[in-house]
């Protein structure tokens, strides 16, 4: 059972380049969530999706898209990317209603330079 | 506005030297509060949830509290293994999915 995995691990952009942040779940959950760690700060979610065709912005969306197709995937989308871009992305999925129990992928370390 | 405090920020212990991790939230509703480890270049690993004041959940060295105003988690005769960033998050009422996390608490059990 693979859980949630994130492609790639490490990156590094120039600025203005985009890219996309894959992400992928095999528990059938539902419930699917973006989210970026800066160092001494607290996780901070930028998007999340309640199921297949819906999704909706999280605390800190700006400079990001994300599109959820099936279930199974959750992409995020970085256009133009900025030195403020420059984090640690990870991606979480839970099942039902609300944030129960949530599976976090490895991270995606992101430079933009 | 809703806020999530942990302390201390770091915590170095011997083996065997129990103590505590402190979560206080001023927040306007909670529907849950959650406790993640989190290992060094790794994403946060589950351990608990707690809902309702007087809730206690325990797994091995691990003991998570709740109250009104903040949550505890207690361990107990730690060891090495136990050395990792331990996240406190809670989840507001509103219908929004909004998680708010805290900084985390950052413990060393040296041997």
């Known amino acids: 059972n693979a859980g949630v995995t994130q492609t790639p691990k490490f990156r590094i952009l120039k600025i203005g380049q985009s890219m996309t942040l894959q992400c992928t779940q095999d528990m059938n959950h539902n419930y699917m969530y973006w989210y970026r760690q800066d160092p001494g700060m607290g996780l901070k979610l930028i998007y999340y999706?309640?199921?297949?065709?819906i999704t909706d912005k999280g605390e800190v969306p700006n400079g990001y898209n994300v599109s959820r197709s099936t279930t199974e995937d959750f992409p995020l989308r970085l256009e133009l990317a900025a030195p403020s871009q420059t984090s640690v992305y990870f991606c979480?999925?839970?099942w039902g209603q609300g944030f129960t129990e949530a599976f976090f992928g490895q991270g995606t370390r992101l430079t933009v330079v | 506005e809703d806020q999530v405090t942990q302390s201390p920020e770091a915590l170095r212990l011997q083996e065997g030297e129990s103590s505590s991790l402190n979560c206080s939230y001023t927040?306007?509703?909670?529907?849950?509060l959650f406790w993640y480890r989190q290992d060094p270049g790794k994403g946060p690993e589950f351990l608990f949830t707690l809902y309702s004041a007087g809730e206690e959940k325990e797994k091995e060295r691990l003991k998570a509290t709740l109250t009104k105003k903040e949550s505890f988690l207690h361990i107990t005769a730690p060891k090495p293994e136990d050395s990792a960033t331990y996240l406190c998050a809670v989840h507001l009422q509103g219908g929004s999915e909004k998680l708010v996390f805290g900084k985390g608490t950052k413990l060393t059990v040296n041997p």
């Open positions: 979480a999925s839970s």
């Open positions: 927040v306007s509703g909670l529907r849950g």
């Open positions: 999706s309640v199921g297949a065709g």
